[in-house]
């Protein structure tokens, strides 16, 4: 009798902790949070990902207090790249501001868009000021208690060159960095951070941002490409713009620095968000990287599975923000 009235508790319990492991994180700019938001992009520096990531980010870009889009090439890209995307949004902001009066306006974005570094920077990780570097200097000192998030999606060459002209500005920021390639690009910048800056704010994410578009379970809908076919290929000017890309498939590897904003709890990169969870690295108060073990690994790709176990959540969100906007005209 006790061993059956034993089984009675447990069962609850056992039922309870599944739906809690399957609940959505806590927390976030879709719980109401507002964060202020640098995005520094490669976009047109080859990779289309960025180009959707930014379709995405500005989709979303009434939940943030959106204070600069910088041009950040480790080679190709340039600011007419990112003034190119603000064109194509301008033509569904009508219909965007028809569901929230939060939405930046195109001239508004414009404003604050910025050339950062054309090059990588050289042997000691840092050169002269650019627009972009000074921008995020002058973003980070205002009188604002809030940090502010950098969205690294291409070189950090522009972070690196605002921390050694004013480190000053150090314990405003929170740095996402979509590591991977774009570190490998602009490695001397990298290394100038990781030697001088050891106790900056970062997340280095080199695999868990693949979790966005590899694995992870989902209706046949949400497929890479059943997705952008069926959700995407219509909807509005933005919707048209991101259907070619990539071969009409979902890669976005940018998108998690912005989903670890939206749902999670952002001061806290070690518990679960639409961006992934990370670790300390060893020795540093405040860098974090890609969580070990099979648990978290998809494929080779360590981490990856703290994004793609949200995939059918996040992907269903965005559906329903391409849902915004009214259908081109066929």
Same mark, same amino acid.
């Given at each position: 009798?006790?061993?059956?009235?034993?089984?009675?508790?447990?069962?609850?319990?056992?039922?309870?902790?599944?739906?809690?492991?399957?609940?959505?994180?806590?927390?976030?700019?879709?719980?109401?949070?507002?964060?202020?938001?640098?995005?520094?992009?490669?976009?047109?520096?080859?990779?289309?990902?960025?180009?959707?990531?930014?379709?995405?980010?500005?989709?979303?870009?009434?939940?943030?207090?959106?204070?600069?889009?910088?041009?950040?090439?480790?080679?190709?890209?340039?600011?007419?790249?990112?003034?190119?995307?603000?064109?194509?949004?301008?033509?569904?902001?009508?219909?965007?501001?028809?569901?929230?009066?939060?939405?930046?306006?195109?001239?508004?974005?414009?404003?604050?868009?910025?050339?950062?570094?054309?090059?990588?920077?050289?042997?000691?990780?840092?050169?002269?000021?650019? +627009?972009?570097? *000074? #921008?995020?200097?002058?973003?980070?000192? %205002?009188?604002?208690?809030?940090?502010? @998030? $950098?969205?690294?999606? &291409?070189?950090?060459?522009?972070?690196?060159?605002?921390?050694?002209?004013?480190?000053?500005?150090?314990?405003?920021?929170?740095?996402?960095?979509?590591?991977?390639?774009?570190?490998?690009?602009?490695?001397?910048?990298?290394?100038?951070?990781?030697?001088?800056?050891?106790?900056?704010?970062?997340?280095?994410?080199?695999?868990?941002?693949?979790?966005?578009?590899?694995?992870?379970?989902?209706?046949?809908?949400?497929?890479?490409?059943?997705?952008?076919?069926?959700?995407?290929?219509?909807?509005?000017?933005?919707?048209?713009?991101?259907?070619?890309?990539?071969?009409?498939?979902?890669?976005?590897?940018?998108?998690?620095?912005?989903?670890?904003?939206?749902?999670?709890?952002?001061?806290?990169? +070690?518990?679960? *968000? #639409?961006?992934?969870?990370?670790?300390? %690295?060893?020795?540093?108060?405040?860098? @974090? $990287?890609?969580?070990? &073990?099979?648990?978290?690994?998809?494929?080779?790709?360590?981490?990856?599975?703290?994004?793609?176990?949200?995939?059918?959540?996040?992907?269903?969100?965005?559906?329903?923000?391409?849902?915004?906007?009214?259908?081109?005209?066929?």
């Amino acid at each position: 009798m006790r061993c059956a009235l034993r089984l009675i508790c447990v069962i609850p319990m056992l039922a309870l902790l599944a739906l809690q492991a399957l609940a959505q994180p806590r927390g976030g700019a879709l719980d109401g949070e507002r964060y202020r938001v640098i995005v520094s992009s490669d976009i047109g520096g080859g990779d289309e990902d960025d180009d959707q990531s930014m379709v995405h980010f500005l989709l979303y870009s009434d939940l943030f207090d959106v204070e600069g889009l910088v041009s950040s090439p480790p080679k190709q890209g340039r600011l007419s790249d990112i003034l190119e995307v603000i064109d194509v949004y301008e033509k569904d902001y009508p219909a965007l501001k028809t569901h929230s009066k939060l939405y930046p306006s195109p001239d508004a974005l414009r404003a604050i868009s910025r050339q950062g570094a054309e090059e990588a920077n050289p042997a000691p990780g840092y050169s002269s000021s650019t +627009e972009g570097s *000074s #921008w995020i200097v002058q973003c980070a000192r %205002k009188n604002d208690p809030r940090p502010l @998030y $950098v969205l690294v999606w &291409g070189g950090i060459s522009d972070v690196a060159q605002a921390l050694h002209d004013a480190p000053d500005i150090k314990p405003k920021l929170r740095v996402y960095y979509i590591a991977s390639w774009n570190r490998r690009n602009d490695q001397a910048s990298f290394d100038y951070i990781d030697r001088e800056h050891p106790d900056l704010w970062i997340i280095q994410c080199e695999t868990t941002f693949r979790g966005w578009y590899v694995g992870g379970a989902a209706p046949e809908d949400f497929g890479n490409r059943e997705f952008v076919k069926r959700y995407v290929k219509e909807m509005g000017a933005l919707g048209e713009y991101f259907y070619p890309l990539k071969n009409r498939q979902i890669k976005m590897g940018d998108t998690p620095s912005v989903a670890y904003l939206l749902r999670g709890e952002p001061e806290d990169p +070690e518990s679960p *968000s #639409w961006g992934g969870r990370f670790q300390h %690295k060893e020795g540093r108060p405040d860098w @974090y $990287v890609d969580l070990d &073990g099979p648990e978290f690994q998809e494929g080779e790709f360590p981490g990856a599975k703290t994004v793609n176990r949200w995939r059918e959540d996040y992907l269903r969100d965005f559906q329903r923000r391409f849902e915004r906007v009214h259908p081109a005209e066929k």
